[in-house]
């Protein structure tokens, strides 16, 4: 996705564009990175779910451990073979969450940054001047503005895609109704 961004950039400043494809080509790098922002989101929603399970995986790690030592306390060999099985298997998933977390966060701190040099690559693309700073205030409010739309796109994306969901799920209770209200002769 990046690499098509950068060529449409390199497209419209590499040669002389007609002001109809540069229009086109604008638009398509700005479809692009509200692709990328929203991308983005979904980035930092698996971080934040990665990181709800690894808390989750210690605290059991944690619990696996106390019961251990109970058991142990007490001298229940059967409890304290099973707390340890279960120690070694939380144990485990809290390494294999640490290592998922780690690149999660290393794969969106990369995603960020190149969505931030695509947001000024856009901008400058606008200016019409590769590579010189942004003094044109209102081509980057175009850009900021259509990256607000794209969040609220998002939202309302996720917002229909509830809506539906809620709708299947009414569906499906009706249906059941109706089969249940069928068999008892109503």
């Known amino acids: 996705m990046f690499e098509s961004f950068r060529q449409s950039l390199r497209d419209l400043m590499d040669r002389a564009t007609p002001p109809e494809e540069r229009r086109a080509g604008l638009a398509r790098m700005k ?6 922002r929203m991308g983005l989101d979904d980035l930092r929603g698996g971080v934040d779910k990665t990181r709800q399970r690894l808390e989750i995986e210690r605290r059991e790690l944690e619990t696996m451990r106390r019961r251990k030592g109970y058991a142990a306390g007490i001298n229940d060999a059967e409890t304290l073979a099973l707390a340890e099985k279960y ?19 290393a794969e969106l701190s990369i995603a960020e940054r190149d969505v931030a040099e695509m947001t000024a690559e856009l901008k400058q693309a606008m200016l019409g001047v590769p ?7 209102a081509a980057a409010a175009e850009v900021d503005a259509a990256l607000d739309e794209s969040s609220n796109i998002a939202s309302e994306l996720d917002a229909l895609g ?9 569906a499906d209770a009706e249906q059941r109704l109706a089969e249940l209200k069928r068999r008892m002769g109503k």
């Open 31 to 36: 479809q692009t990175l509200v692709t990328a």
């Open 87 to 105: 120690e070694a298997h939380h144990a485990e998933r809290v390494a294999v969450l640490e290592r998922k977390l780690d690149a999660q966060e």
């Open 131 to 137: 590579g010189a700073p942004s003094i044109n205030d």
């Open 162 to 170: 509830r809506a539906r969901a809620r709708a299947e799920r009414d």
